[in-house]
């Protein structure tokens, strides 16, 4: 079993920035692919990042390409997400997940075993 828990979240305005984090306890993520997701009210979840369980290779949406970072520290066991030039359209719920894969990154949420249970941003006008 694997309790991913995320933090950092909060309400920030727009053109702030926040720092999640996600902190994974039980068995190690060090060789699993993780990613983060979202879901805004009424809304599907979202693949927003993505990262190799070696911090080769991420992935982020289109939708947060050049303002959100995914990072990881493997010895932490804790997974980041950065993000910048923040948006009232990045209001929702985010989570992260880990991956089934260690070199494949999916953006769906199929790809994912465990997840976490959310950490709300809100980003006023």
């Known amino acids: 079993q694997v309790q991913l828990v995320e933090s950092g979240g909060g309400l920030v305005q727009a053109g702030g920035s926040l720092r999640l984090s996600c902190v994974a306890s039980?068995?190690?993520?060090?060789?699993?692919?993780m990613g983060w997701f979202r879901q805004a009210p009424g809304m599907e979840r979202e693949f927003v990042a993505g990262?190799?369980?070696?911090?080769?290779?991420?992935t982020n949406a289109d939708s947060v390409k050049g303002r959100f970072t995914i990072s990881r520290d493997n010895a932490k066991n804790t997974v980041y997400l950065q993000m910048n030039s923040l948006k009232p359209e990045d209001t929702a719920v985010y989570y992260c997940?880990?991956?089934?894969?260690?070199?494949?990154?999916?953006?769906?949420?199929?790809?994912?075993?465990?997840w976490g249970q959310g950490t709300q941003v809100t980003v006023s006008s």
């Open positions: 039980g068995r190690t993520i060090s060789r699993s692919a």
């Open positions: 997940a880990r991956g089934n894969y260690q070199v494949t990154i999916p953006t769906t949420s199929n790809g994912y075993d465990y």
């Open positions: 990262i190799t369980w070696n911090s080769g290779r991420t």
